[in-house]
């Protein structure tokens, strides 16, 4: 599977973006992470094969939400009332297991990042 993520952009703190992830096919599980610099990679938000069930980090939840097109093949994350630390690289992911997962290492394919600045 192939993971292109787009969206990222320079935004002004309170404001929101729209990230997108296409896939090459099909995917179960998915995900989105983000790694700003100097920090590892964490999670942000999770959604389980069908689209029905969510997950989110407490630092997000609120603000952000996700979303997935099955038939399209496509994630997204709607990003609202953004803040300075959200400035990071953030990355879709895609497992192969069913439900939702915020661990990276079970995660098994990975797009390239899509880098978001908030300024304050």
């Known amino acids: 599977v192939q993971l292109q993520a787009s969206g990222g952009g320079l935004v002004q703190a309170g404001g929101s973006l729209r990230l997108s992830c296409a896939a090459s096919?099909?995917?179960?599980?998915m995900g989105w992470f983000r790694q700003a610099p100097g920090k590892e990679r964490e999670f942000v938000a999770a959604?389980?094969?069908?689209?029905?069930?969510?997950s989110y980090a407490d630092s997000v939840k609120g603000r952000f939400t996700i979303s997935r097109d099955i038939a399209k093949n496509m994630m997204y994350l709607q990003m609202n009332s953004l803040k300075p630390e959200d400035t990071a690289a953030y990355y879709c992911?895609?497992?192969?297991?069913?439900?939702?997962?915020?661990?990276?290492?079970?995660?098994?394919?990975w797009g390239q990042g899509t880098l978001v600045t908030v300024s304050s």
């Open positions: 992911a895609a497992t192969r297991l069913y439900s939702l997962m915020s661990a990276s290492d079970r995660y098994d394919y």
């Open positions: 096919r099909r995917t179960y599980g």
């Open positions: 959604i389980n094969w069908s689209g029905g069930s969510t």
